[in-house]
């Protein structure tokens, strides 16, 4: 069962890019969720979501940020108009439909520089 | 609401020593209680949880956590620290939303 994907593992953008991150979750797992971490710092969660749906956005800037799950395909988190403190590294974890909370399977993250 | 604190951005010990790694949380309800472990430029790992039942859980590579109620803690504890340990852990708590919350992670060094 191959686990939590995401590409790009790197990702550079001159300020003023868009920049698009995607994740395929672990087969079976419906749920997805993105975090950021900045050096030095947890993880800051940023959007839940499962198939076409958005769940929970709380965690997102009210601009230049959007994330999607469709029916097909993977997830993206897009970044619109890039700056430099949008340089991170972006985590997808995913989890599979429950009743209660479960464990997050992570992906290997996506390291964005933006220049 | 819910709110993780890890004590100490850094903890050093010697190859072979304890290993003790702080976490306190606070939960509006019963939580769910998790150690995460990232190794350099990759994602994160479960290490162990605890859901309900036995306090004092056990997870991989010899790490055992216990959940006390009374002091809202959940401390990480591993007897004997290897080199291939070290590296960045985090504690989460859930509990009546499936979004965790992370503490701000305490980086693992372990001295020869």
């Known amino acids: 069962n191959a686990g939590v994907m995401q590409n790009p593992r790197h990702l550079v953008r001159r300020r003023g890019q868009e920049a698009r991150l995607r994740c395929s979750p672990m087969k079976g797992h419906s749920h997805v969720y993105w975090y950021r971490q900045l050096p030095e710092e947890g993880l800051k969660f940023m959007v839940y979501?499962?198939?076409?749906?958005?769940?929970?956005e709380s965690g997102m800037p009210k601009e230049r940020f959007s994330a999607e799950f469709p029916k097909e395909g993977p997830s993206i988190l897009r970044i619109q108009q890039v700056v430099r403190g949008d340089s991170a590294a972006y985590f997808c974890a995913s989890s599979p439909p429950s009743e209660g909370d479960d464990e997050q399977f992570f992906g290997p993250g996506t390291r964005l520089t933006v220049l | 609401a819910q709110s993780v604190t890890q004590l100490g951005s850094h903890v050093s010990v010697s190859e072979g020593a304890l290993v003790l790694l702080r976490c306190n949380y606070s939960s509006s309800v019963p939580p769910y209680l998790f150690w995460y472990v990232q190794y350099p430029n990759q994602g994160l790992q479960l290490l162990l949880k605890y859901t309900t039942g036995a306090t004092l859980v056990k997870g991989i590579n010899g790490f055992e956590a216990e959940f006390k109620k009374s002091e809202t803690s959940f401390h990480l504890t591993k007897p004997s620290a290897h080199m291939s340990d070290a590296a960045e852990y985090f504690c989460?708590?859930?509990?009546?939303?499936?979004?965790?919350?992370f503490g701000r992670g305490t980086s693992l060094i372990v001295h020869p």
């Open positions: 989460a708590v859930s509990g009546g939303s499936y979004i965790p919350t």
């Open positions: 979501l499962q198939k076409e749906n958005i769940i929970d």
